[in-house]
């Protein structure tokens, strides 16, 4: 029986790497639902070459091109976020959660309620999310594999052990596009300069995350939630190399690190192998070769999203959703040139003091919609804050 396999966020960076490996083996797959945005290229393609039972944009005003697209395949086409909802509720084994940002929230939860193995790629519904995520699979017998690198890594690490011996994650950074520029240069990054990575080849987006080091900051959020390990427990540490994912520290003082080609299709494989370890098509290192593996502490003025990330911790409840709907918008921000590359931490900053400060924001239950309306009220106040810097 070939499994059914989804893939939401077909046509970002993710999703065409998780397509990669799925076309070198058709048979063994059957693919439901592809979806994507503003592609449509792209998704009709992939799910004509591919044969999906349904192509799903989360654009509504692209059904017209989307259907054009896929006449005469077969393929069923369909359009915005109750068709993306739909297309996740689809039967599954397997699904591949790789839109980006907080809008894969609701998707991933649809896949988990109807019992598929969530392969995790969009940290932003466990920053935003975490508790009701893992409690959404306990209760519909669903499961969670990570597909973040580093957490792909922990979780490979962990293989075997009890979390009762462990000491600490430690979750290595490249340290993004500014490692190495002076601090009082930091100001006058532009675009361009932030989305050049030194490793990854990756959407512009998280690209941009991992120079500010948003990215590691809602790395730190995302183990905390899905390893249930106390923040303290969780270090990161600067690795220009990125071949080390990530190291777990026991208590008699072993590191088990994991060690690796700078490949997302490692991490994406491994989720869609688990628990067996199959072949897969990335570089073998040499490590002869390379020679030597540096490290270096973090450095919070260089990075006060690391900061942020503990904050955030310490205050818990929605405060994850406030702390990735601020660092969306000011992302925004900075990609229309409305805000200076530091001033997305300013931001974010000012945007969770202000809705620290609203009683019952923050502390309310978890729930879809709460969720939805602190997400809502955080981007309000983000913006407000935008406009403060740019006006
Ligand atoms: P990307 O920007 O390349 O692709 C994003 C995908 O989401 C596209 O298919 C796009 O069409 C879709 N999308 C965008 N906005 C949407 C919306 N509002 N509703 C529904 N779909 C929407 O992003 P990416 O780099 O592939 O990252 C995807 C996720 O994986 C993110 O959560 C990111 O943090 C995570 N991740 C990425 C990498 C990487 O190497 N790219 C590594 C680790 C984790
Ligand atoms: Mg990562």
Redo the contacts with the bound molecule.
Sequence with gaps: MPRRVSI????????QNTIDLIRRDPERYRVVAL?????IAQLAADARALNAEIAVT?EERLLPELRAALAGSGVTAAAGQGA?EEAAARPADWVMS????A??LAPGIAALRQGATLAL????SLVCAGALMLETARTHGARILP???EHSAVFQALQGEDMAAVERIILTASGGAFRDWPLERLAEATLEQATDHPN?D?????TIDSASMF?KAMEVIETREFFSIDPERIEVLVHPQSMIHALVGFNDGALMAHVGPPD?RHAIGYALHHPQREKLPVERLDLARIGCFEFRAPDDARWPALRLAREVMAEGGLCGAAFNAAKETALDGFISGALRFTEMAEVVERTLDVLSRQGGVIGAAMTLDNVAHVDHLARQVARAATQERTG
């Design positions: 939401f966020g077909a046509t970002g960076s993710i999703g979806t994507g945005a503003r592609n989360a993306l790789a839109i980006i940002g809008a894969g790629a969009n940290k932003e597909v973040d690198s990854w990756m959407g512009q987006r998280i990215n997302m």
